[in-house]
């Protein structure tokens, strides 16, 4: 059976230019040029596959990323993000996609891809890898001057009591090591409890974080407790706090200074002893600078500073990471190829640790058991390939754009066809046909 691809995109010409490729390439499609469009045939329909845009007429085709994963784990979703958009597509892997293509997109690489995450998904149906890797999942450090440093700081931070902001790009491991220094602190017995900042705005995060009594607004319908009363005895952790609505931040200084609160709506002062620890990825100092984040409360925050380096500045750390992932997957003391290890250590990881366990889960499943090889790992291998793309001025159609593409990885390997395909993260065999096709145009 063909497998089927929902195509979610608002341009008639890029749903026609993906419709032909891929209806070409022995795939199913359904087309949708809105989120509500794509809801309704999800609801419908089973797919195997789907093909996302970001930008939507009525939203942001990432939040249906959460949507549709929550309800099918092992569904293949790709999404497509603009050039250079990669915070975007960071964060699309974050709410659970499987790859991102940047605009232009190449249709060699969609083709790939799109295979590559059906199989998986396909794969993910029978193998339990995904969830034992969530339950095994620990903790490593690495061996690198900068993570030994992060190591003895995280150590100093689970033996005294005071405030850590943690620092560091998206994926890095701000929210493991949260809990590993929770865990190893004195009130490990007691609860961890974490708010996102980012998710709830104005007074909902004030409501969540101090609780409120009942009438205090039109839907508080009984007494609440607040999270910062969860967290009596334990730690809390402030995620995104560099996201915290400014009006939030003013009265959440008073909780640390006075170790109290009122629940919104309440006159009563209550009192909770909480240990806490921020997360931001972005940079407060720069924040303060600029007026979005209050001095006075970074100046409380900033007690133990922690920035943790992202994974492309501490390439010597890539090898411990791969072995500590397929160790939790059950594959200890696995051998990797060389050429396998050096395009993992040469990529550059924009979402660092988490996207580095991702390509190895999905590597894993792909290789069946058999040694892992450049072709398990689409948009890992072909990263240097992608970096060495001319720009297009987004004049080119998608099919002179994979042409050129070929061209020139098939120049930078000196005509070897194997290395090529290698790069590309597809078959010879493809390849040959593709350059075949070319010059029978
Ligand atoms: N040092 C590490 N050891 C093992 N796993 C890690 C490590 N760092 C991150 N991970 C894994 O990577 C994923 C992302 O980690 P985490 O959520 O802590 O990142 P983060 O820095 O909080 O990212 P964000 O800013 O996007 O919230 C998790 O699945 C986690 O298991
Ligand atoms: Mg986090």
Redesign the pocket.
């Known amino acids: 059976m063909k497998p089927t691809v929902l195509l979610v995109d608002d341009e008639p010409s890029v749903l026609f230019g993906y419709r032909k490729f891929l209806e070409k390439a022995g795939y199913g499609t359904s087309e949708a040029a809105t989120l509500k469009e794509a809801r309704a045939l999800f609801e419908a329909e089973r797919f195997d596959a789907i093909l996302l845009d970001k930008n939507l007429p009525d939203g942001n085709g990432l939040d249906f990323v959460p949507e549709v994963r929550a309800e099918y784990p092992d569904i293949a979703i790709v999404v497509i993000t603009g050039a250079g958009d990669v915070p975007e597509a ?1 964060d699309a892997l ?1 709410k659970g996609a499987d790859n991102f293509l940047t605009k232009p997109v190449d249709m060699g690489e969609l083709d790939v891809f799109l295979r590559k995450s059906i199989e998986v998904g396909g794969l993910r149906r029978v193998d339990m890898t995904r969830k034992r890797l ?1 339950k095994k ?6 061996e690198s001057p900068a993570a030994k440093e992060t190591m003895e700081y995280a150590q100093l931070a689970a033996e005294n009591d005071s405030t850590v902001l ?1 620092q ?11 809990h590993w220094i929770h865990e190893r602190s004195a009130r490990a017995s007691e609860s961890f409890v974490e708010v996102n900042c980012s998710s709830l705005r104005g007074d909902l995060l004030a409501s969540e974080l101090f609780g409120h009594a009942k009438g205090a607004f039109t839907s508080a319908v009984c007494d609440r407790e607040g999270l910062v009363e969860v967290a009596d005895r334990g730690t809390l952790l402030l ?2 706090i560099g996201d915290m609505d400014i009006s939030v931040q003013a009265q959440f200084l008073k909780v640390i200074e006075e170790k109290s609160y009122r629940r919104v709506g309440e006159v009563k002062v209550r009192h909770s002893d909480f240990r806490l620890i921020c ?1 931001t ?1 972005r940079d407060l100092q720069r924040e303060v600078g600029e007026g979005r984040f209050r001095n006075d409360l970074f100046f409380r925050i900033n007690v133990l500073p922690m920035t ?1 380096v992202p994974l492309n500045r501490r390439n010597s750390d890539i090898p411990g ?1 791969v072995r ?2 397929l160790a939790n997957m059950g594959h200890e003391g696995m051998e990797i190829d060389p050429a396998v290890m050096g395009a993992l250590v040469a990529y550059r990881w924009p979402g ?3 996207e ?2 991702n390509v190895l889960e999905r590597a894993v499943l792909l290789a069946r058991g058999k040694p892992i090889s450049l072709e398990h790992m689409p948009g890992v291998s072909g990263a240097p390939a992608a970096a060495a793309r001319p720009d297009t001025g987004g004049t080119m159609s998608l099919q002179e754009v994979e042409e050129e593409h070929i061209a020139s990885i098939v120049d930078q390997c000196g005509g070897d066809v194997q290395k090529a395909s290698e790069l590309l993260g597809i078959s010879r065999a493809t390849l040959y046909r593709k350059i075949k096709d070319r010059k029978g145009d």
């Open positions: 960071v974050k969530e999942s620990s903790m490593h450090f690495g943690l560091g790009e998206t994926g890095v491991g701000k929210g493991v090591l949260a995620d995104e997360a990825n943790i990471y500590h992932f660092n640790i988490r580095l366990k």
